[in-house]
């Protein structure tokens, strides 16, 4: 599933500009980083240092990037985890 998840965040953010900085999702199985300055190649299952992690269960990213699951809700009831530049949260919630 996680091959799945990477594609479909590859596909909304690997050619993006609106995304400036680095994120990684900690979901159950493993990681998706997104590297904006990397260019081609940006969205990957590496876990490096980002500017900022969001933490999550597998289902619930899922949701998110289906639209059935609002950012601002899950942090709120405990479902999402932000560690590092809150900001960057902030910005990633209204692009998704």
């Known amino acids: 599933m996680i091959d799945?998840?990477?594609?479909?965040?590859?596909?909304?953010?690997?050619?993006?500009?609106?995304l400036t900085s680095s994120v990684r999702f900690d979901i159950d199985e493993g990681c998706i980083t997104i590297e904006p300055e990397k260019g081609e190649g940006a969205v990957h299952n590496?876990?490096?240092?980002?500017?900022?992690?969001i933490k999550l269960s597998t289902?619930?990213?899922a949701?998110?990037?289906?639209?059935?699951?609002?950012?601002?809700?899950?942090?709120?009831?405990?479902?999402?985890?932000?560690?590092?530049?809150?900001g960057v949260a902030m910005k990633l919630s209204q692009i998704m």
Request: proline fraction near 0%; aromatic fraction near 6%.
């Open 4 to 18: 799945d998840l990477t594609a479909r965040v590859r596909e909304r953010f690997g050619s993006t500009d609106a």
């Open 46 to 53: 590496e876990e490096v240092d980002t500017d900022c992690i």
């Open 59 to 61: 289902d619930d990213f």
């Open 63 to 86: 949701k998110m990037l289906d639209g059935n699951l609002n950012a601002t809700t899950a942090f709120m009831m405990g479902k999402l985890k932000v560690v590092g530049d809150m």
